[in-house]
């Protein structure tokens, strides 16, 4: 009996399941049936007189209206929308007539550029946007974006064709010419690359012909112009990509859900016939994305009404959220105050997200380490070439004498890359490598002229006593630390030297501050108030060298007055 | 190694991008001399002057060229006007601005030694203001290939364009050794100026003496 009464349950279960799922089968619509619906609909309620009059018109419905659909395109992007004269070109700019063909108006164009997309939109003078804007989660509180995204790019590392390189291993250490507020620069950094800052995208493809950059960085689909070009193609290639940011067109977020849906199914069924993939390849920009998502919308799983918010079909946009530190809204409100008293525009970014105080706390450690290190190094050098330079043996003093002349000779910044090439071929590259080449190379140069200035010291002395000590070979302990001490004003100058010249390492990649302020400005804003902070800190930090340098000069003359 | 060739262009662009580094050490110390000169008077004058003179001084010594550069790079505004002309400057004129704070600082303390030679009535002691400042106009060269760092094509700027393009590092330290002997020989030729200047200085000295 029980287990009758199992079996009947076990039956109704799946019964009720069959009966469950019926509906959902029968209501799954392919978008076209969908969007034919909403269009009609939206027709219709067009028709009735007075109804285009009204309040609050859904955006759909005054498209409907008027007759036209509002797109904000660019006039200044190669492959994606430019402008000569009244004739408009690219793939933003065609999508936009293929969406206003397909719901039976005219497309009207409106310029925008990166800076008023959103406030064009956000103003109702357009009614979408079509300007090449990637979808990050940023974003996604300032406007509606249209799912499944209509195109993808990605940042392309751009450089000669002669360099060999593959991937991040092989720019370890290098300079990458990026703009200032990419999205993509904080990755970058993390790959241990300098960065070279400009503010303007279109001056990187200069700057490669002119060798200021050996590489760039930047969307592929900017460089997807210059690479038509035969010339810049000869000589360039995409080395490697990475930072995929999907494309989405967008609409307002309030007034424009009709709208919205009509684009999501839209660009679904764009997608599934290949208008999109058409459209590209006449623009001749790059198809592999459209390639793939044209399988993904052929799928009967995305092939229906439901498939623009179904997490298996469309992409996800890209997190840029920085997560923020414990004290950045008490640091906002320090700047707000600020700001508010004296109508200085202060910022402090290196507090308000965790990537920027992590790399803020590792630069002024590591520039620490670096100032104690070239310290060191260079009393190291001043005793070790300033005892070679004392000998009395050809064979000891003249290397050492060449050496000092060779590192006089050697300008500061070719010194400290010798050291990292040379450093680089022993170890593989990492941060604590360039910090030792740049603590050996600071001193070297500083350390042979404070050696120098020992080796005259100890010639005065050897002159003054006729020459009885030291005979044969390295001078005798006494005599050499009376020479050192004669030198101090020298020992000291070329110490001070030493600190100031540390921010320099940051050249080959030592993550000191003015490495790691370079990084946290590529990604933030605050521009002059990080440099003015960086300033205060070097200048502070060489005033306190000056001052511990100062006691260590008063020891060495307390000594040689004792002596 | 064997391999290694290196075209005539790269020895024109090295000595094209060495007038560079000429070009920023000859604007950086003219602006030097002007506000050293100033700071020096100022700090002869005593007083308040004097003292935010010997303040302004010890500031600017401290001031590392590297983070000046930068400094200004960021600071001043691409479309900085003054009257409605742009006043933003190139990043040549940058690289020349942040070695002031080093030339001006040298030229007031070797301007305060020479105005007080010249006060107790030793002109040729004030004269030794000049190989000082040619001493000075060399370390502004050397100094110079900062700007490397911010893409002034400068002689190191030309070195490490030729580096990239060679892969072993033996070609690259021979790369890096003709430009030592780039450099080499014109700071070795300015000292030379320096100890001929000095020298005729000197000679001015004893015929001065010689003359009752």
């Known amino acids: ?563 | 190694m064997m391999g290694l060739h290196i075209p005539a262009e790269f020895f024109r662009s090295l000595l094209a991008g060495m007038v560079v580094n000429f070009e920023i050490a000859a604007i950086a110390l003219l602006i030097g001399l002007a506000f050293g000169g100033l700071l020096a008077l100022g700090r002869l004058g005593g007083g308040a002057v004097g003292a935010v003179a010997t303040t302004l001084i010890g500031l600017m010594r401290a001031a590392p060229t590297f983070v000046v550069m930068f400094f200004l790079l960021n600071i001043i505004p691409r479309d900085a006007t003054l009257f409605g002309v742009g006043i933003s400057p190139s990043p040549l004129m940058i690289v020349a601005l942040s070695l002031v704070p080093y030339s001006a600082s040298y030229v007031a303390d070797n301007g305060v030694e020479s105005l007080k030679q010249l006060r107790a009535g030793s002109p040729l002691g004030a004269l030794q203001f000049l190989p000082n400042v040619t001493r000075a106009f060399f370390v502004l060269v050397m100094s110079s290939s900062a700007g490397a760092a911010i893409g002034v094509t400068e002689g190191i700027a030309v070195i490490l364009r030729e580096a990239v393009l060679l892969p072993a590092l033996g070609d690259k330290l021979v790369l890096f050794a003709i430009g030592i002997l780039f450099f080499g020989a014109a700071l070795q030729a300015g000292f030379a100026l320096m100890r001929l200047l000095q020298r005729h200085l000197g000679r001015l000295a004893m015929r001065n003496q010689a003359i009752p």
């Not at chain 1, 509002?70 to 293929?98: C, H, I, K, M, W």
């Not at chain 1, 690359?193 to 200069?206: I, K, N, S, Y």
């Not at chain 1, 967008?250 to 919205?260: H, I, P, Q």
């Open chain 1, 1 to 563: 009996m029980r287990v009758w009464r199992t079996v009947l349950l076990a039956l109704a279960g799946v019964l009720g399941s069959i009966v469950a799922t019926v509906p959902l089968v029968a209501n799954a619509e392919t978008p076209d049936a969908a969007l034919a619906k909403l269009t009609e609909d939206a027709r219709a309620e067009a028709a009735v007189p007075g109804a285009c009059a009204a309040p609050q018109l859904d955006r759909l419905l005054r498209m409907f209206c008027e007759s036209r659909l509002r797109a904000g395109v660019r006039e200044y992007y190669p492959l994606f929308g430019t402008r000569e004269g009244e004739t408009r070109s690219g793939y933003d700019v065609d999508v936009a007539r293929a969406l206003a063909k397909h719901f039976g108006v005219e497309p009207a164009f409106t310029r925008v550029n990166a800076a008023t997309r959103v406030p064009l939109l956000a103003d109702d003078r357009i009614d979408i946007i079509l300007a090449t804007m990637g979808h990050n989660t940023q974003r996604d509180g300032q406007v509606r974006f249209i799912r499944p995204h209509y195109y993808q790019s990605e940042t392309t590392v751009v450089g000669p064709r002669a360099i060999a390189i593959k991937g991040w291993p092989d720019v370890a250490g290098r300079t990458i010419c990026v703009t200032v507020g990419n999205g993509s620069n904080a990755q970058i950094v993390s790959h241990n690359v300098r960065l070279m800052l400009f503010d303007e995208a279109g001056v990187l493809p200069e700057r490669l012909k002119d060798e200021t950059c050996t590489l760039a960085a930047q969307d592929d689909s900017f460089f997807a112009y210059y690479f038509t070009q035969p010339e810049f193609a000869k000589n360039y290639e995409q080395k490697f990509g990475f930072a995929q940011v999907p494309w989405g067109m967008a609409v307002a977020r309030t007034g424009s859900d009709r709208l919205a849906r009509a684009l999501d199914l839209t660009s679904q069924i764009f997608h599934r016939d290949g208008v999109f993939l058409g459209i590209a390849r006449a623009n001749r920009v790059g198809t592999g994305f459209l390639e793939r998502q044209q399988a993904v919308w052929n799928r009967p799983e995305c092939n229906t009404d439901t498939g623009s918010t179904n997490p298996a079909c469309v992409l996800p946009a890209l997190d840029a959220d920085l997560q923020p530190t414990p004290f950045a809204g008490r640091v906002t409100a320090v700047e707000d105050w600020i700001e508010a008293r004296t109508g200085v525009d202060f910022s402090l970014p290196m507090f308000k997200t965790m990537p920027a105080w992590s790399l803020f706390k590792d630069g002024i450690v590591n520039s620490l380490i670096l100032v104690a290190g070239a310290l060191a190094a260079t009393l190291l050098f001043a005793m070790v070439l300033g005892g070679l330079q004392s000998s009395r043996r050809f064979l000891l003093r003249w290397p050492a004498r060449a050496g000092t002349i060779v590192l006089q000779s050697s300008p500061v910044v070719l010194t400290l890359v010798i050291a990292a090439a040379v450093a680089q071929a022993i170890f593989p590259y990492s941060s604590a490598v360039a910090i030792g080449a740049a603590i050996v190379a600071l001193g070297l140069m500083n350390g042979s002229n404070a050696g120098q200035a020992i080796a005259e010291a100890m010639h005065t002395l050897r002159t003054e006593r006729g020459s009885v000590q030291g005979t044969g070979g390295i001078p005798t302990t006494e005599l050499f630390g009376r020479a050192v001490s004669r030198s101090a004003t020298q020992i000291v100058s070329f110490l001070i030297n030493a600190a100031k010249g540390t921010p320099i390492a940051s050249f080959i990649g030592a993550p000191e501050l003015l490495s790691a302020l370079t990084d946290i400005t590529s990604f933030a804003s605050g521009r002059a108030t990080t440099y003015t902070l960086l300033l205060v800190f070097y200048v502070a930090v060489v005033v306190v060298v000056v001052w511990l340098c100062g006691r260590f000069r008063s020891w060495l003359e307390h000594r040689q007055a004792a002596a």
